[in-house]
Nanobody
Framework: QLQASGGGLVQAGGSVELSCAAS??????MAWFRQAPGEERDFVTA????????FYADSVKGRFISSREKANNTGYLQMNRLKPEDSAVYYC??????????????????WGQGTLVTVSS
């Protein structure tokens, strides 16, 4: 199971941190996807759990930081210099299979409940 927390209302240019606590499973990658109203669910970032190597969508590169704490099996998404277009429901996801790409949501077999981030202009 994945339990996401954080989010809320933040002004443009501000920061917010999301967390995703995982239990009961080992996984290869944890990722964050986001979905704005009427839009598809898009890849934001993924982190390889063993090494901590993170990958980012171009739209968030340089602003968002993905990290993880292996001891408590929790992933974090630090979002900085937020823009109104970052407003969305953010979902954490875990990928337990070694095959499949880290940026494609179809390869993630466990999902958190989603947390809303609203960035006001």
């Amino acid at each position: 199971q994945l339990q996401a927390s954080g989010g809320g209302l933040v002004q443009a240019g501000g920061s917010v941190e999301l967390s995703c606590a995982a239990s009961g499973r080992t996984f290869t990658h944890m990722a964050w996807f986001r979905q704005a109203p009427g839009e598809e669910r898009d890849f934001v970032t993924a982190i390889r759990w063993t090494t901590g190597t993170a990958f980012y969508a171009d739209s968030v590169k340089g602003r968002f930081i993905s990290s993880r704490e292996k001891a408590n099996n929790t992933g974090y998404l630090q979002m900085n210099r937020l823009k109104p277009e970052d407003s969305a429901v953010y979902y954490c996801a875990a990928k337990t299979y070694s095959s499949g790409t880290w940026y494609d949501l179809v390869n993630y077999n466990y999902w958190g409940q989603g947390t809303l981030v609203t960035v006001s202009s």
